[in-house]
């Protein structure tokens, strides 16, 4: 169970990465390049970014679920449970803060929040390098 734990977490970011490069990609094209509309490109990248990073948390929280309804899988007590918004937020809280969730995951589920934690981690400050580069073209 650990072996496919750690298989689902390396291929649930190896696809988060390739999903957040597609909305990078996607909000390079949409966002104003006028001249004047620096901010409001800003302001339309953070958008953006923020519909991107949902998503990707939701991704999380359905690799969760599905691995959680394993036998075997380690187990999820304290905290908000095991429903839809408790796995929602299990994953969005491991995803934006390393997994300081509150929660207590026991098993090989734990090694799955640790790609959550690991993917979280390599996309924000990815999205963030994407937002500096872009105050950096509009505001130099």
Known sequence: MEALA???GLLGVAFLGAWHLGGLLLLKRVKPSGG???YFAVLITFWGLLALHVSEILWCALMIAGFT???GSGAITGGMG???AG??????ISFTTLGFTGQN???????????VALGGFMLITW???FVYTLWEERFR
């Not at 796995?87 to 969005?92: C, N, S």
């Not at 995951?105 to 790609?115: A, D, E, I, R």
């Open 6 to 8: 750690l298989a689902i």
């Open 105 to 115: 995951v026991q098993g090989p589920l734990s090694l799955l929040l640790m790609f």
């Open 69 to 71: 309804a394993l036998d």
């Open 36 to 38: 004047g509309e620096g």
């Open 127 to 129: 999205s963030a390098t």
């Open 82 to 84: 095991n429903d839809v």
């Open 87 to 92: 796995l929602i937020h299990l994953a969005g």
